[in-house]
């Protein structure tokens, strides 16, 4: 907890010398997990988060503070028996926009740590650590103060929960409502 707040308070201070430009985001988006031994057993779905952003802090870059959750239930491979997994991060990252009229136009990259847990009849595992994103998309105005996210993260992160060593990242395609202020 103490570093979540230690991280807000620093977005929030590398932007208090511009009076706007702040954007809070709720988003959803369809998770496909990069390795085949996570796609056989849960497959992809949908993933929840909220995003923070300070635009134009330096010309045209700005930070943003990401976090999500994903979950979903499956099927152990050789015994066909229900487990579940749940994963959520959260992280800091620099973002670049280009304006082209109502398209707000970036591309970004950053680190999140991630929060992996796994249940079933064969046990419990859970497993931190630290991984990374890249992102494009654009944000469209459509009203006063509002903006639709249309974007793509690729994000990469491996964990050891018990004796394999599983990648948790892969590509996540959503889309959001954010509201400037």
């Known amino acids: 907890m103490k570093k979540l707040t230690a991280l807000l308070s620093l977005f929030f201070i590398a932007g208090s010398a511009f009076a706007s430009d702040y954007r809070i985001e709720l988003k959803t ?24 952003e300070k635009s134009r802090i330096y010309k045209k870059f700005g930070i943003i503070v990401e976090a999500g959750y994903f979950e979903k239930q499956g ?5 066909q028996e229900d487990t579940t997994v749940k994963i959520a991060f959260l992280g800091p990252g620099i973002i670049y926009q280009h304006t ?17 847990e796994e249940r079933n009849p064969i046990g419990h595992a859970q497993e931190g650590g630290v991984g990374y994103f890249l992102s494009v998309g654009t944000y469209i105005h459509i009203m006063k103060n509002f903006y639709a996210d249309v974007g793509i993260n690729y994000s990469g992160c491996q964990v050891k929960p018990a004796e394999l060593e599983v990648e948790i990242g892969g590509i996540e395609a959503g889309i959001g409502l954010a509201y400037e202020f």
């Open 29 to 52: 988006s369809y998770f496909n997990p990069s390795e085949q031994v996570f796609k056989d057993i849960y497959g992809g779905g949908s993933m929840y988060g909220i995003k923070a």
């Open 75 to 79: 099927k152990l491979t050789f015994t």
């Open 100 to 116: 082209k009229g109502r398209f707000d136009l970036y591309g970004g990259a950053g680190f999140r740590y991630y929060y992996f």
